[in-house]
């Protein structure tokens, strides 16, 4: 669902399930994306990088995609778990990470055991 | 040290007061980087220290926000007069082009665990 004032769009699934969280971003010049988790009263935890000139990058359980046409991200979650739960945020950049990044609004994931 | 530190974890703060939240980057990272993250938000940039170059200003909300960086490293984001509405978590991240991310790339982007600014 889209984001209105304060409330996140929230993703909820079943444990062992594969989970996708989605993200717009706005700058078509953004060479260089991150994927954040945040955990409650933590700060954003690296996930998963892609450069603009990959389509898909695999890490541990999850995978991202990127399609620059529709400038369009997602993030896929393998065999979700409960420690999963927690906002994702992706972020993007135009200098490889040495400068200021742009982070979407932030999707909730909640896992049940 | 081996992830960034942000002192204090907690601060509540009266109306009007200033305050002060520090940041202690990963060492040898040359960019530093303030944000602040409302609840339910996601993180809204506010000053971008690169090196010994003048600083990327152009995210703090008013002129009540500065910060500062000594001798490129520890930095203290300054927020005068407090009001209501600077409650946040405001949050510090480090990177360098020196020390790569687990990628090998993405100059190791890097988070604090934020301060929690409650304006009372």
């Known amino acids: 669902g889209e984001s209105v004032g304060l409330h996140l769009p929230t993703l909820s699934v079943q444990e062992g399930d594969n989970s996708i969280i989605n993200c717009a971003y706005s700058n078509s010049a953004s060479d260089y994306f991150i994927w954040y988790k945040q955990e409650s009263g933590k700060g954003p935890q690296f996930i998963i990088d892609?450069?603009?000139?990959?389509d898909k990058r695999q890490g541990q359980r999850v995978t991202v995609l990127l399609n620059k046409t529709v400038k369009h991200l997602s993030l896929q979650i393998a065999a979700t778990q409960p420690g999963d739960s927690a906002v994702y945020f992706c972020?993007?950049?135009?200098?490889?990470?040495?400068?200021?990044?742009?982070f979407g609004k932030g999707t909730m994931l909640l896992v049940s055991p | 040290g081996a992830g960034v530190s942000q002192s204090p974890s907690n601060k509540v703060t009266e109306k009007g007061k200033d305050v002060e939240l520090r940041c202690d980057p990963i060492s040898g990272h040359t960019a530093l980087y303030w944000y602040r993250q409302s609840l339910g938000q996601g993180l809204e940039f506010l000053i971008y220290?690169?090196?010994?170059?003048?600083p990327d200003k152009s995210g703090l909300p008013s002129d009540r926000f500065s910060a500062e960086r000594t001798g490129g490293s520890v930095s203290t984001l300054t927020i005068q007069r407090t009001q209501q509405e600077d409650s946040a978590v405001y949050l510090c991240?480090?990177?360098?082009?020196?020390?790569?991310?687990?990628?090998?790339w993405g100059y190791g982007y890097t988070f604090g665990s934020g301060t929690r600014l409650t304006v009372v």
């Open positions: 972020a993007e950049n135009i200098n490889s990470g040495y400068s200021t990044l742009t």
């Open positions: 991240a480090s990177s360098s082009p020196h020390a790569p991310g687990s990628s090998g």
């Open positions: 892609i450069r603009s000139n990959m």
């Open positions: 220290f690169q090196g010994n170059s003048a």
